[in-house]
């Protein structure tokens, strides 16, 4: 079992920036691929950035060019630098990992954008 715990999230107006942080039970660098979703209220849960155990790096085209997913491997976790906030940001934000074939979901972390 592994569990991952988000943090990092708040309110902010739009412009701003916030980083979410996902720190794992296991070493992070065991994970074969981390994840960060988003889930708005009234809507499906969406993949927002990917990062795999070799440096790879996915992005859904909304926020291309203002997310950023990093491992911080001083801290241990996988990040997510937000700038250039939209209200549209707005949402649950999730971190899942895949350890051996299996998946892992944390509480998530609430990100709120004002206009």
């Known amino acids: 079992q592994v569990q991952l715990v988000e943090s990092g999230g708040g309110l902010v107006q739009a412009g701003g920036s916030l980083r979410l942080s996902c720190a794992a039970s296991?070493?992070?660098?065991?994970?074969?691929?981390v994840g960060w979703y988003r889930q708005a209220p009234g809507k499906q849960r969406e993949l927002v950035a990917v990062?795999?155990?070799?440096?790879?790096?996915n992005y859904v085209d909304s926020v291309k060019g203002r997310f950023t997913i990093s491992t911080d491997s001083h801290k241990g976790t996988v990040d997510l630098q937000m700038n250039s906030l939209k209200p549209e940001d707005t949402g649950a934000y999730y971190c899942?990992?895949?350890?051996?074939?299996?998946?892992?979901w944390g509480q998530g972390t609430q990100v709120t954008v004002s206009s």
């Open positions: 990062i795999t155990s070799g440096g790879n790096e």
């Open positions: 899942q990992g895949v350890y051996r074939g299996n998946v892992y």
């Open positions: 296991i070493s992070i660098f065991s994970l074969a691929f």
